[in-house]
């Protein structure tokens, strides 16, 4: 299946995690994943992404005819280093943000997985893709707002900056 869509991928301990970028032509997914780029994500394939399943894990990769090119607005469609393939572990949707939303999942090819809304300009958007890949899994927000309501320190070593 060829999704519209951009992927990234950010090496963590165990391996490579990707992000798939979904949004309308036009929304910041090139310029995003270039932003990405310059954090140290690699890029995996850009505007077009082929994505399968394997043993309960999704995976995607550029489709041939794209593999190892990057269009950079204003400057056109640029050769650029890529990983062959990488799993994907997050999607992420270029529009509007709420400020504590709602877990969400997107599905492809009978797969799902999750999913959050990102405001791809914002300069902090790289960030948050890495701290999003970070934290997969770690559980809701509500163990931060606990802490906060407790006064206990939500940072590791109790600094409550």
């Known amino acids: 299946m060829i999704v519209h869509a951009g992927l990234v991928a950010a090496f963590f ?25 310059d954090q140290g994500f690699r890029l995996v394939a ?27 607005r204003g400057l056109g469609v640029l050769p650029e280093p890529t990983l062959g393939y990488c799993r994907i572990d997050l999607a992420v949707r270029c529009g509007p943000v709420e400020r504590m939303p709602e877990p969400a999942a997107e599905n492809y090819v009978g797969l799902s997985i999750p999913a959050l809304s990102l405001a791809p300009l914002e300069s902090s958007a790289p960030a948050k893709l890495r701290r999003a890949l970070q934290h997969l899994g770690a559980g809701p927000e509500g163990a931060y707002q606990d802490a906060l309501a407790a006064g206990v320190s939500p940072r590791p070593g109790g600094d409550s900056r």
Do not use: H, N
């Not at 301990?13 to 780029?37: F, M, N, Q, T």
């Open 13 to 37: 301990p165990g391996g490579w995690r990707g992000v798939l970028i979904l949004g309308e032509s036009g929304a910041g997914k090139s310029d995003l994943a270039l932003r990405c780029l």
């Open 46 to 72: 850009d505007d077009r992404t082929l994505v399968w399943a394997c043993e309960g894990a999704l995976y995607g990769r550029a489709p041939d005819s794209l593999a190892g090119l990057m269009e950079v």
